[in-house]
Structures are given as C-alpha cells and as structure tokens.
C-alpha cells in the first residue's frame, strides 16, 4: 500500500505560486490565439518555411553536438589532466554568456575576418556567416553545454565496475566504451540530447547575430517570431509561438515517455 506524504504548507505555496508562474504565460498565449483564422495562418509559406529549417538545423546541431559532446564528456568524467576545472569552466561559459556576446565572438572567430574565418575563406573560399550551415554552429555553440553537462553526470553516476570486468575479460578501451559505458549512460546521452534539441530550437541571440535573418535559409521560427512582432502582426507572433511551443512539448514529451523515464 502506498503511503500518502503530507505535503507541508511552507512547500505546497511556493510550489503552487511557482507553477503558476510558469503555467500562466502559456494560457495567456493560447488564449490570445487567433483560432478562427489559424488555418489560413499556418497555410501561409513562410511558416512551413522557417519551421522546416528550424527542424533541420536543431537536429543537426543536435548531432554536431553528440559527436563532439560525448567524447568531452567522458574525458572530463574519465581522465584525470592538468587544467580539467578550468576546461569544465570554459564548456560552461555559454549557459551564461548572453547569445549576442556568444554571436559577436563566433563572427570573430570564425567571420570572414575572423581568427579562423579567414584562413578559411582565404584558402577554401568557405564562409559559415548568414548561411544555412552559420545557424547549426550557432545552435551547437550554444547547445553544446546541456549536452556535455548531462552525460558527464551519468558517466560520474556509471558503475566502473562493469568497465573494469571488461577490461579484465580483454576488451580494449574503445570496446570497453562501445559496448560498455555507451548502454550504461544511454538515457543520460538521450537526456543531453533532449535539452540540446530543445535549446537549439529556440536559440535567437547567437543565430540573429552570427547568421541574420534571411528567409529561405538562415530564418528559423524564433527569429520569424521576432520579424512578425517588429512588423506589428501580434496575432501572427502569437500564431508563430504556438507551433513553436506546440512542436517542442510534443517532441520533448514523446522523447522522454521513452528514454527518461525510470522504472
């Protein structure tokens, strides 16, 4: 028989002020939702167009993040090195870094005339500014930390001892993480990788900066939804929002039915 827990008043206000704080916003966006004409609204090109690409460059942010995040992760958890504080800093820096500051630092560094940009440019003719492939680095810079915080910690939560049994069975080091530390930190990965999805979805201040707002091929719904408000269309702000808001609960939920729930 489950044991009902008494929840004390001191906790159950904050609590319920707190959700309704987070609650209320949502209500009153969809309660400002132009429903008659949403139809119409949806129909209109430039909607399926931004929602497309933003689709398109979260998820591949979202990889761009697993192929370099894991690795750091583990190295971070794993490897004892000089300097490990100071590298687990600076992964952290653009989860406080304002994203136009993260969007000026990447044009520096990798603009046209930036510390790497140029070289690029130069050699390649290859240029990551206002295209398409701009709005994945943006995202994934700004993505890149949810991703490595949340595996670092099921590596640190991990078990070694199933690594250590491999190993002593003879399985090299990259088996041993292949088959063995992989499966253990699976819903940790799937974890990193929902809220990395989920930040790269709705990442304005770097993408605007670095990439800017060209329909077709850098404008991604946050950045139509500013476009539409400045424009004075407050109803298609609010249409806008809603699919944005509609896409990441329903993605976000679907994901975590499956991989983040625990027995």
Known sequence: MTRRTRVPVPLLVPAALGLVFLVLPLVGL?????????????????????????????????????????????????????????????????????????????????????????????NFGFSLPFTTAGV?????????????????????????????????????????????????VAPGIAAGGVLCWARALGEFGATITFAGNFPGVTQTMPLAVYQTMESGDLEGAVVLSLILLAVSVTILAALRDRWLTTP
Request: hydrophobic share 55%; proline share 7%.
């Open 30 to 122: 969809l309660a400002r939702t132009p429903w008659s004409t949403l139809p119409q609204r949806l129909a209109e090109p430039e909607v399926a167009m931004a929602l497309r690409l933003s689709l398109l460059t979260s998820t591949l942010a979202t990889l761009l993040c697993l192929v370099f995040g894991v690795p750091l992760a583990w190295m971070l958890a794993r490897v004892e090195f000089p300097g490990r504080r100071l590298v687990r800093a600076l992964i952290t820096v653009p989860l406080v870094l304002p994203p136009v500051v993260g969007g000026i630092a990447l044009l520096l560094a990798l603009g046209r005339r930036g510390l790497v940009g140029s070289w690029l440019d130069e």
């Open 136 to 184: 994945v680095v943006a995202e994934a810079f700004v993505a890149l930390p949810f991703l490595v915080i949340s595996v670092e910690g099921a590596l640190r939560g991990a078990d070694t001892r199933y690594e250590e049994a491999a190993a002593t069975l003879g399985a090299t080091r990259w088996i041993s993480f292949t088959h063995v530390t992989l499966p253990l």
